[in-house]
């Protein structure tokens, strides 16, 4: 295996973890559909349906966190630290969500079960935006400057800095904020996918197809918008001896040469399309969360593929062009790759037994009778 | 400087506010986790009711603990990020894979199985869900053995080289990292503490029971199966503890020496029992050590080295140079005066090496590389300005380490008195209130035990980042202390008024438990 292999493949492996993320942001999409359940029974059980499984979109983020750390260091030492604001917030949410659905039905929980019923909506929608923002900086770049050599500058050590507004500003630019509301439908619609699928109820199953149709109409106009911004953009690109040239269109330019990505995105955009269609129309389909799921990483794969692929730096510098992150300037040894590519092997064996968890999990949906008689429930 | 200075302090405070609420939730699950498991194994072979409701309840606990034990890790983890990103990118190429590992190997498990631990009685059959519990707790143990590696890895760093081209360190040896004595002290030292808090925690909980004179059978049963764990615990945790401490006496000396507020170490060195070190003492005067001193004649060298008379070197001894080496021969190394100079060299010899990089001045970048090499072992003590800067704070590493190691022995007293009692003499353990105080206040002081444990850790390799690599002053993000100041403002809050929430549904939950049949329980 040659270094550029591993450095490709890790960067495969972190496309994937963030494309099965965004899918499992249905999690937080369903949770800003909370107030919208019209009644207690109705939220109690969405509730439940979405307490089954947040753990798994959550263990996804961290895992996505770690595998970015181990594979790709200088991107870890220079967002986390450098859009310090963005990452945070990010964080806040989720520590808000992992305990609200413990909490939130437990008598004597101080602060009652409508503010951690807040507390979610608060993770739903910011968690979403605030993803969204993040990743739309790899297409958009971001104010930093890198410096090796500070290391050894005693009274300013720091090798990466920073914008004064230290993510701020990546979360109050409009074309990061499409990605973070393009998410956020996104995650709403496959959310009332979810709830068709994972509950056994006329009412609730009505509801969430009148919800899929609202928000499945306004994730299609953004994320056409948003396709729009980024085929359109400029991007840079690596030159053979490393420096960096703007490149007009850069990212319609890598969907075209990387033909099979193209199409790719094209049969993840049909699936999605299908699976809305389908769901919209048919009064009994509740499949769609599968054939939009599928969709929904098919699509993301490709937004990180023509990001990272086709040299192309998946973190551009906007401050100083020199200073962006490829995967091959940013990426870790020779040595640790080999070794984590070795562990990823655990990967398909994880992934089996939570597909086999999941379907023994899911064999009976959710149904009134089951929340009036579970003693754990959320 | 000074504005550096205070980004130090409140990036290091924020990861201490962040690492001591994890730790409250962590050891619960970790023994909680064992105890479970083994109610739930007795109750698969028995199918009878009394023990599904047992497992159930202390289930319920674990439930409550745990989410809020998974709020607080996922900022740890980004905070390496987020306030040491000169850290993150210097060793990441290391310290990045056992977090991978973990997220992969750990994480997943623990989050599937957990599903069915809870929601899984009636949709799995008792063999899945037996064996789902104990995955649960197999998935949050290897998840400690991954974040142990990596903590080790930063208090004995090892299985790496330093490579100039890149200013950065890169991995040699995977197994050199995972497997390090450190680490595996560490794991077995950590992981076993936390069976001994979980033991505590139920058998404390089931005092009270008594006490309330609710559900005598199930406390009683619970008391049995925790203090088997607790001593089994407690007993591995001391013997572990006694090899960590003979592990830092050759990795990190500078640590024990201020576990044992020892400036000036001796052949047949004795160990202090009981002391009131003198606050005005610091390794730059004559004063003395102790306000007063109750110790064991050559009890330091002894447990220290195996020796009775071997020398245990103290902090102003090690300042000065002098070390006992891997063999437990006393050595005169190089003195921290000298390791600034060499490190400041190595610093100018990197800076060298990149003057002669972007020249593409290759002979240039061969002697800058070869003088590097030459003195990168002091790479970190090029960053401080005096040796006493290298000396961690001394009061407070010796008091939370004789806290700890008194609980410790506390602990081992009370699960042999537990056990005796509730074999040979329940009615005392039923009826004695005097008893069931002091296993009800035991809990606090498990908690108190376990965090003094990694006080003694964390403060006691100060200022090392990495020990003897970077400082954390060279480790932090470039952000401005009062962003951090908010946000450790922030985390203070949220998890104070999280902690609050969770103990006052523990409580609610116990008490509302105890006044049911738990012993009359349904799938």
């Given at each position: 295996m040659t270094y550029e292999f591993l450095q490709q493949y890790w960067w495969l492996l972190i496309s994937i973890l963030g494309a099965l993320l965004v899918f499992l942001l249905f999690v937080q999409g369903g949770q800003t559909l909370l107030f919208e359940a019209g009644d207690d029974m109705r939220r109690t059980m969405m509730v439940n349906s979405l307490g089954r499984k947040w753990e798994f979109t959550f263990t996804t983020l961290v895992t996505f966190g770690g595998a970015f750390f181990a594979s790709f260091p200088l991107f870890y030492s220079t967002s986390f630290g450098g859009a310090y604001w963005l990452w945070v917030l990010i964080l806040l949410g989720f520590v808000l969500q992992a305990v609200s659905y413990e909490?939130?039905?437990?008598?004597?929980?101080?602060?009652g079960t409508r503010t951690y019923d807040i507390f979610l909506l608060l993770n739903g929608a910011f968690g979403c935006i605030l993803l969204g923002v993040a990743v739309a900086t790899f297409f958009f770049g971001s104010e930093f400057t890198i410096e090796k050599?500070?290391?050894?500058?005693?009274?300013a050590p720091v090798i990466s800095q920073w914008a004064p507004t230290h993510g701020l500003e990546a979360i109050f630019c409009w074309k990061n904020l499409c990605l973070g509301f393009v998410v956020l439908f996104l995650a709403r619609t496959l959310a009332a996918m979810y709830f068709m699928n994972n509950i056994d109820d006329e009412s609730t199953f009505e509801r969430c197809r009148k919800a899929l149709l609202v928000n499945g109409l306004i994730f299609v106009v953004l994320f056409l918008v948003f396709l729009g911004i980024v085929l359109t953009s400029d991007g840079l690109q690596t030159n053979p001896d490393g420096t960096f040239t703007s490149v007009p269109f850069k990212f319609f330019h890598n969907y075209f040469t990387m033909w099979w990505v193209l199409v790719i995105l094209l049969l993840g955009v049909v699936l999605v399309l299908y699976a809305f269609a389908r769901s919209v129309w048919s009064?009994?389909?509740?499949?769609g969360i599968w054939y939009a799921g599928l969709g929904t990483v098919l699509v993301v794969l490709t937004l990180f593929w023509v990001v990272g692929?086709?040299?192309?730096?998946?973190y551009p510098s906007l401050?100083?062009?020199?200073s962006s992150l490829t995967i091959y300037n940013s990426s870790s040894s020779y040595f640790t790759l080999s070794v984590m590519s070795w562990v990823s092997l655990f990967i398909p064996f994880v992934l089996a037994y939570i597909i086999y968890v999941w379907r023994a999990m899911n064999r009976k949906p959710i149904t009134p009778e089951e929340m009036s008689d579970d003693s754990h429930k959320y | 400087m000074n504005d550096l200075m205070s980004l130090v302090d409140w990036s290091r405070a924020q990861f201490a506010l962040t690492a001591i609420y994890h730790w409250l939730f962590v050891p619960l699950t970790l023994g909680l986790a064992v105890i479970v498991g083994i109610m739930e194994t007795i109750y698969y072979k028995t199918r009878d009711a009394k023990w599904l409701g047992t497992t159930k309840f202390w289930m319920t606990l674990f439930g409550i603990n745990f989410a809020i034990g998974v709020a607080t890790g996922i900022i740890l983890e980004f905070e390496f990020g987020t306030n040491w990103s000169n850290y993150s990118w210097f060793v990441g190429d290391i310290f990045g894979a056992p977090l991978a590992v973990e997220g992969i190997i750990a994480f997943f498990m623990e989050s599937t199985f957990i599903a069915v631990m809870f929601f899984g009685w009636k949709k799995v059959g008792p063999g899945f869900h037996l064996a789902s519990t104990w995955l649960t707790g197999l998935g949050a143990t290897i998840s400690a053995f991954w974040i142990l590696v990596a903590n080790s890895w930063m208090q004995y760093p090892v299985g790496m080289k330093f490579d100039p081209e890149q200013m950065r360190n890169v991995m040699e040896s995977f197994s050199a990292v995972a497997l390090s004595p450190v680490a595996l002290n560490k794991f077995f030292h950590t992981v076993l503490s936390g069976w001994t808090l979980g033991a505590v925690f139920v058998i404390g909980v089931s005092a009270w029971f008594l006490l309330k004179k609710r559900n005598n059978e199930m406390a009683i049963r619970s008391i049995k199966i925790a203090s088997w764990v607790g001593l089994a615990g407690i007993v591995l945790t001391i013997f572990t503890g006694d090899g960590s401490a003979k592990v830092v006496s050759r990795v990190q000396p500078m640590k024990l020496a201020a576990m044992e507020g020892l400036y000036h170490g001796q052949c047949g060195q004795s160990i202090t029992a009981f002391g009131i070190l003198n606050?005005?003492?610091?390794?730059?005067n004559n004063e003395n050590?102790?306000?007063l001193n109750i110790s064991m004649p050559k009890g330091l060298s002894f447990l220290a080295t195996?020796?009775?008379n071997a020398f245990v070197p103290g902090i102003n001894d090690l300042i000065d140079g002098i070390e006992i080496t891997q063999n437990g021969d006393t050595v005169h190394n190089v003195s921290y005066a000298d390791r600034i100079a060499l490190g400041k060299q190595a610093h100018e010899a990197l800076k060298a090496f990149d003057t002669a990089k972007k020249k593409g001045d290759k002979a240039a970048m061969d002697i800058a590389r070869a003088a590097i090499e030459k003195n990168f072992q002091y790479f970190g003590y090029g960053?401080?300005?005096?040796?006493?800067?290298?000396?961690?704070n001394v009061p407070m590493t010796f008091y939370a380490f004789r806290v700890m190691v008194t609980l410790g022995g506390y602990f081992l007293l009370f699960f042999v008195v537990v056990l005796f009692l509730v074999y040979k003499k329940k009615s005392i353990l039923a009826d004695n209130k005097w008893l069931q105080w002091i296993a009800i206040l035991s809990i606090p002081a498990v908690w108190i035990c376990s965090e003094a444990g990694w006080i003694t850790a964390e403060l006691g390799r100060q200022p090392w980042a990495i020990e003897g690599l970077m400082p954390n002053k060279a480790a932090?993000?470039?952000?401005p202390s009062s962003s951090v100041v908010l946000t450790f403002f922030i985390f203070a809050v949220i998890f104070t008024a999280l902690l609050i929430a969770e103990l006052s549904i523990m409580f609610k939950q116990i008490s509302k438990r105890s006044k049911e049949n738990i012993d009359n329980a349904k799938i």
């Open positions: 909490f939130r039905s437990k008598p004597r929980n101080i602060f050599a500070s290391l050894v500058n005693s009274s009064k009994h389909f509740k499949y692929y086709n040299a192309t730096p998946y401050l100083n062009p020199a | 606050p005005n003492k610091c390794c730059t050590e102790y306000l195996g020796d009775p960053y401080l300005d005096s040796p006493s800067e290298a000396v961690p932090i993000s470039d952000i």
